[in-house]
């Protein structure tokens, strides 16, 4: 028998595929991500933007919000 038992922190992902904590607050993009390796990097933003430097200069959380905030920048 393990001495110590793995804790699983992570509840199963939603409907929206999307992991959520044990109280259910949903995961965040780490801030030290690049654009150039996201999903869909975002327009307006150098390959190499962090999501960090992305939040600072649009004010926004999400990258749905940060996305759209890019584009209101045109």
Known sequence: M?????????????LDKRHRDT???????RSDAVNKNLPQPIEGF?????????????GKESLTDIRKAAKNRK
Do not use: Y
Not at 23 to 29: C, L, S, T, Y
Not at 46 to 58: E, K, L
């Open 2 to 14: 393990p001495l110590h038992k793995k804790r699983n922190n992570m509840k199963q992902p939603g």
């Open 23 to 29: 109280d259910g607050e949903i995961h965040k993009k």
């Open 46 to 58: 150098s390959p190499n933007a962090t999501v960090g430097f992305m939040r600072q200069q649009t």
